[in-house]
Structure formats: C-alpha cells, structure tokens
C-alpha cells in the first residue's frame, strides 16, 4: 500500500433539499464506520465550499466529490466521473470574474473548484461521485428511497476505489 498518495473524500449538500443530501449522508456514514486507511480524509463539505479550499491547503493527490447529480438518469444511479476541467479564476470571462469576487461568503463546490485551482492547491485527479437525484426542488428534511438505498453501493464504491488506487 502506498502511504505517500494523500485522497479527500468531500460531502457536498444540503440536508435542507431532499435529496442534496446525498454526499452529507454518505460521508457521515463512512466516517462512522471502521477507519479508511491513513492516506484517506473523509469530510463534510456541505454547501459553502470554502471548507474544502481550506482544507486542499494540506495537499491532496486525489480529490473526490460525493454530490447529488443531475445527469438524467433514473433516480437512485450512482456514477463515478472525472472532473476533466477546472478553470482558474484568470481563465473566466471578465463579467464572470466580477461576479464570482463579487461575493466570496456563498462559495458552492464548482466555486470552491475554480478557487483551489487558482491557489494551486487542486489536486490533478479530480472526480465525482454522483448519485442521481429525485426531489431536490422544494425545502423538505428526507431523502427519496432510491437516493437514500444507493448510499450503501456508493459507500463501497469509494472503499474500492481507495483500495484499488493505494495498491
């Protein structure tokens, strides 16, 4: 096993949103498990992204996000994805780049992506775990059923995954 290869696995959501609370909950649940191996942090993004920015200060290889998507798949789908670009602040259109310093308090995860990689501090494998969202429209504490029974086969996605790469 490689001890040199550093990974962050990040939940992203909002347990307010129905199904957005997918990464959250994944998260949580595997940090209550048994312990990933010493090279794998695994944290709570939420929604502010600001979080993770801080935390890819501690220099990563691999970045993982776990999220509820919007790929129009059926309800429930897990999918793992490469982020394959990520631009840097500089690289945005000058209204863009207005608007995104405009208001650095509300930092979602694509932000905090464009963010870390103009600081430098984005690793150079970036992927998303995505899970196919139902309800995620209305205010609501609650995940569908499909979403809420994918956590156990995103869960051991991520732990063969990280077993996978460290070997």
Request: charged fraction near 30%; charge should be negative; aromatic fraction near 6%.
């Given at each position: 096993?490689?001890?040199?290869?550093?990974?962050?696995?990040?939940?992203?959501?909002?347990?307010?949103?129905?199904?957005d609370?997918?990464?959250?909950?994944?998260?949580?649940?595997?940090?209550?498990?048994?312990?990933?191996?010493?090279?794998?942090?695994?944290?709570?993004?939420?929604?502010?992204?600001?979080?993770?920015?801080?935390?890819?200060?501690?220099?990563?290889?691999?970045?993982?996000?776990?999220?509820?998507v919007?790929?129009?798949?059926?309800?429930?789908?897990?999918?793992?994805?490469?982020?394959?670009?990520?631009?840097?602040?500089?690289?945005?259109?000058?209204?863009?780049?207005?608007?995104?310093?405009?208001?650095?308090?509300?930092?979602?995860?694509?932000?905090?992506?464009?963010l870390?990689?103009?600081?430098?501090?984005?690793?150079?494998?970036?992927?998303?775990?995505?899970?196919?969202?139902?309800?995620?429209?209305?205010?609501?504490?609650?995940?569908?059923?499909?979403?809420?029974?994918?956590?156990?086969?995103?869960?051991?996605?991520?732990?063969?995954?990280?077993?996978?790469?460290?070997?």
């Open positions: 096993m490689d001890d040199s290869r550093k990974i962050l696995i990040a939940g992203v959501g909002n347990p307010l949103r129905q199904d609370a997918f990464g959250i909950e994944v998260v949580n649940s595997l940090i209550d498990e048994d312990p990933l191996p010493k090279q794998v942090v695994v944290q709570e993004v939420g929604i502010g992204g600001i979080h993770l920015v801080q935390e890819l200060h501690n220099k990563y290889d691999v970045l993982i996000l776990v999220d509820a919007d790929w129009e798949l059926p309800p429930g789908r897990i999918s793992l994805r490469v982020v394959d670009e990520v631009k840097t602040v500089s690289e945005l259109a000058k209204d863009e780049q207005r608007d995104f310093l405009a208001d650095m308090h509300y930092t979602n995860p694509v932000r905090a992506l464009i870390a990689r103009s600081l430098e501090v984005l690793p150079k494998k970036v992927y998303l775990l995505g899970c196919q969202a139902k309800d995620t429209d209305e205010f609501a504490i609650g995940m569908s059923a499909e979403v809420q029974e994918a956590i156990p086969e995103a869960k051991e996605l991520l732990k063969k995954w990280v077993k996978d790469y460290l070997n």
